[in-house]
């Protein structure tokens, strides 16, 4: 299994339809389908599709049309994404329509195509699960943990400044976890 750890687009026409079509994180999904909106507010439709992992491990799987004849638009991205092997990341992808109408075998091409497009055109990285881990330190303690973050490219979800510690919110790869008790026990 694959995923993207950044946000990759590409344009896509056919018959003077234009699909401007996103690879982007599931963490990031809602951010950049409302900026969409917002930066195309003529576009005809901004049709989307996910695949992430809820906390049971089990692939929950999502897509819409936005108006477009149904199962011609969502389920042939979500039908790449599957093909590609792809989880907690999404497509979206923005259509202006061009005059011509596809016909319902031509939409279904023209999505699929542009969300190959978008895939052949990004870095996927094999995925790897990650958990949540919390844990509290005192304030004198808080440069050594920052310092070993940006040594090993871990990113805090969350940290909260109380009146004596920090408490640090993480999401980590089993690898990650292992460097990360390593690194507390050699404190």
């Given at each position: 299994m694959f995923n993207t750890k950044e946000t990759f687009n590409t344009k896509y026409e056919i018959k003077k339809s234009v699909f401007i079509s996103y690879l982007t994180p599931y963490t990031n999904f809602k951010p950049l389908l409302k900026q969409l909106k917002e930066e195309h507010p003529k576009a005809t439709h901004i049709v989307w599709a996910y695949r992430t992992l809820n906390e049971f491990d089990q692939i929950v799987e999502n897509s819409t049309d936005d108006g477009e004849p149904k199962g011609c638009a969502g389920n042939p991205t979500i039908s790449v994404l599957r093909g590609e092997d792809i989880l907690e990341s999404a497509i979206i992808t923005v259509r202006y329509f061009g005059g011509t109408k596809l016909g319902?075998?031509?939409?279904?091409?023209?999505?699929?195509?542009?969300?190959?497009?978008?895939?052949?055109?990004?870095?996927?990285?094999?995925?790897?699960?990650?958990?949540?881990?919390?844990?509290?330190?005192?304030?004198?303690?808080?440069?050594?943990?920052?310092?070993?973050?940006?040594?090993?490219?871990?990113?805090?979800?969350?940290?909260?400044?109380?009146?004596?510690?920090?408490?640090?919110?993480?999401?980590?790869?089993?690898?990650?976890?292992?460097?990360?008790?390593?690194?507390?026990k050699n404190l």
């Amino acid at each position: 299994m694959f995923n993207t750890k950044e946000t990759f687009n590409t344009k896509y026409e056919i018959k003077k339809s234009v699909f401007i079509s996103y690879l982007t994180p599931y963490t990031n999904f809602k951010p950049l389908l409302k900026q969409l909106k917002e930066e195309h507010p003529k576009a005809t439709h901004i049709v989307w599709a996910y695949r992430t992992l809820n906390e049971f491990d089990q692939i929950v799987e999502n897509s819409t049309d936005d108006g477009e004849p149904k199962g011609c638009a969502g389920n042939p991205t979500i039908s790449v994404l599957r093909g590609e092997d792809i989880l907690e990341s999404a497509i979206i992808t923005v259509r202006y329509f061009g005059g011509t109408k596809l016909g319902v075998g031509g939409m279904i091409r023209a999505y699929s195509s542009s969300a190959k497009e978008v895939i052949s055109h990004s870095t996927l990285h094999k995925f790897e699960k990650k958990s949540i881990w919390e844990f509290t330190t005192p304030y004198h303690l808080v440069n050594r943990y920052e310092h070993f973050f940006k040594q090993n490219n871990i990113n805090f979800q969350d940290r909260e400044f109380g009146a004596t510690e920090v408490k640090w919110k993480l999401l980590l790869t089993k690898q990650e976890i292992e460097i990360f008790d390593n690194f507390e026990k050699n404190l």
